[in-house]
């Protein structure tokens, strides 16, 4: 998902940054002149990336050592049989974007809930590597979804 935020430059010039680049409104274009447009633009150049780099830490995901938080760790089912295993603190929000980002419902196999669902999420990934397809999602064996249901938790790890 892109990172995209708003920030007022002088003049109330609006500027949206998307991830790192940036679009102005097209009736603000129109009250600028070349050399405040081309102004605005150094602007960026010398600040552009600091701010940039400001909003988008806001937006990362916690280094491991920031946690650990409550949550969960969980196995979705696509349509086309891969799986998608993850972490969230808060599932209902977590489970309606990836609706919205795979644009269909993903179907929730087993959930695992964690003091640390970060940790266990990458615990998880690793023993499963062998069936990793690419980032977080698998083509497991039911077997495996199996094993981890009636485990309820990884191998080794303390389930929260």
């Keep these: ?6 920030y007022t ?17 097209p ?3 129109k009250r600028l002149s070349d050399n405040h447009l081309i102004m605005i633009l150094r602007r960026w ?3 552009g990336e600091h701010i940039y780099q400001e909003e988008h830490a806001k937006y990362q995901r916690p280094d491991k050592y920031e946690w650990p938080r409550p949550g969960l760790v969980y196995f979705a089912l696509r349509s086309d049989g891969l799986i998608k295993i993850g972490f969230t603190t808060r599932p209902k ?3 309606q974007r990836l609706t919205e980002q795979q644009g269909e ?3 929730i196999l087993h959930e695992i809930k964690s003091e640390n669902p970060f940790e266990l ?9 062998e069936y990793r397809i690419k980032g977080e999602w698998f083509d497991l064996p039911a077997t495996v979804i ?5 485990n309820g938790k990884a191998k080794d790890m303390d389930q929260g």
């Design 1 to 6: 998902m892109p990172l995209i935020y708003n």
């Design 9 to 25: 430059f002088e003049n109330n010039i609006e500027i949206l940054f998307i991830d790192d680049r940036i679009a102005l409104n």
């Design 27 to 29: 009736e603000d274009i």
């Design 45 to 47: 150049e010398n600040e």
């Design 93 to 95: 929000a977590r489970y």
């Design 105 to 107: 419902r993903l179907e």
């Design 121 to 129: 999420e990458q615990q998880i990934h690793q023993e499963l590597n």
């Design 146 to 150: 199996e094993e981890y249901k009636s």
